[in-house]
């Protein structure tokens, strides 16, 4: 199939944008969205034009790099999937594709559509992690964990920090990224000692970074490639009063 891709390029952090229109040709249903663009790439080489910046890596949904905002939705038409997942056979013979980075202050774009994530890097290093001892590895039965508990964090561990949730909100809100890495620590023993110092921190960096609040559009459960659900928004917020009312 033939296409006509309207993309935004971008030289630089800060410089002026805009959209190009780019011809996609001989495109097959059975390559991914990724691959698209590799060809078109190697015909812009070719002619002397520099190929389209765009991030990736695993190419398999599960590092969250491949953030692209098509035809105005965060990683394409396909629910639960990224773009890399995404393949040509969703769109048809002459259609016209738009394809931009995540719109948001706090992921300014560093090229075309590369944006830099490094917000959520900071928000990671303020409070997701556990504190362990070194040394000995412990048993891995010395610290039942119920079921339910390990369920849910386990959902709430899916999250690849792709950011999604942050381009699909209308206020660029970080809490479904947040709820996700909050809940999935607090949920389990190893983490619960360390709740309160880390929703603390999380907060004041997500708030730090420049993102918005949520006010309740869902857009980002809606958006989300691997299905984290509101609910850890729920959770975040239960988490963060609980800090609250052990200060009082
Ligand atoms: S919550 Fe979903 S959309 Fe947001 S960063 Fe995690 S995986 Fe991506
Ligand atoms: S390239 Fe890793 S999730 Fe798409």
Same mark, same amino acid.
């Given at each position: 199939? $033939?296409?006509?891709? *309207?993309?935004?390029?971008?030289?630089?952090? &800060?410089?002026?944008?805009?959209?190009?229109?780019?011809?996609?040709?001989?495109?097959?249903?059975?390559? =991914?969205?990724?691959?698209?663009?590799?060809?078109?790439?190697? &015909?812009?080489?070719?002619?002397?034009?520099?190929?389209?910046?765009?991030?990736?890596?695993?190419?398999?949904?599960?590092?969250?790099?491949? @953030?692209?905002?098509?035809?105005?939705?965060?990683?394409?038409?396909?629910?639960?999937?990224?773009?890399?997942?995404? *393949?040509?056979?969703?769109?048809? #013979?002459?259609?016209?594709?738009?394809?931009?980075?995540?719109?948001?202050?706090?992921?300014?774009?560093?090229?075309?559509?590369?944006?830099?994530? &490094?917000?959520?890097?900071?928000?990671?290093? @303020?409070?997701?992690?556990? =504190?362990? *001892?070194?040394?000995?590895?412990?048993?891995? $039965?010395?610290?039942?964990?119920? %079921?339910?508990? /390990? #369920?849910?964090?386990?959902?709430?561990?899916?999250?690849?920090?792709?950011?999604?949730?942050?381009?699909?909100?209308?206020?660029?809100?970080?809490?479904?990224?947040?709820?996700? %890495?909050? =809940?999935?620590? /607090?949920?389990?023993?190893?983490?619960?000692?360390?709740?309160?110092?880390?929703?603390?921190?999380?907060?004041?960096?997500?708030?730090?970074?420049?993102?918005?609040?949520?006010?309740? *559009?869902?857009?980002?459960?809606?958006?989300?490639? %691997?299905?984290?659900?509101?609910?850890?928004?729920?959770?975040? $917020?239960?988490?963060?009063?609980?800090?609250? %009312?052990?200060?009082?």
């Amino acid at each position: 199939m $033939n296409l006509t891709l *309207h993309v935004w390029r971008q030289p630089g952090p &800060g410089a002026e944008g805009r959209m190009e229109t780019y011809q996609a040709t001989d495109i097959t249903d059975d390559m =991914s969205f990724l691959e698209m663009l590799d060809v078109v790439n190697e &015909g812009l080489t070719r002619q002397g034009i520099e190929p389209i910046a765009f991030d990736h890596d695993c190419r398999e949904g599960i590092c969250g790099t491949c @953030s692209q905002v098509i035809n105005g939705i965060a990683h394409g038409p396909d629910e639960g999937v990224t773009v890399c997942q995404l *393949h040509m056979r969703r769109f048809k #013979d002459g259609d016209a594709i738009y394809i931009e980075p995540w719109r948001a202050r706090a992921f300014p774009v560093f090229k075309d559509l590369i944006v830099d994530r &490094g917000a959520f890097d900071r928000i990671i290093q @303020s409070g997701g992690y556990v =504190s362990v *001892h070194t040394g000995g590895v412990p048993d891995g $039965n010395a610290m039942p964990v119920p %079921k339910p508990a /390990a #369920d849910e964090a386990m959902d709430a561990a899916e999250c690849i920090g792709c950011g999604a949730c942050v381009a699909a909100c209308p206020n660029a809100s970080a809490m479904l990224f947040v709820g996700a %890495k909050v =809940s999935h620590l /607090a949920r389990l023993p190893q983490g619960a000692a360390e709740a309160a110092k880390r929703v603390r921190a999380m907060v004041k960096a997500m708030d730090g970074a420049g993102f918005g609040n949520c006010t309740n *559009h869902y857009e980002c459960e809606k958006a989300c490639p %691997k299905g984290i659900k509101v609910k850890f928004i729920t959770k975040l $917020n239960r988490e963060y009063a609980k800090l609250l %009312k052990e200060e009082v």
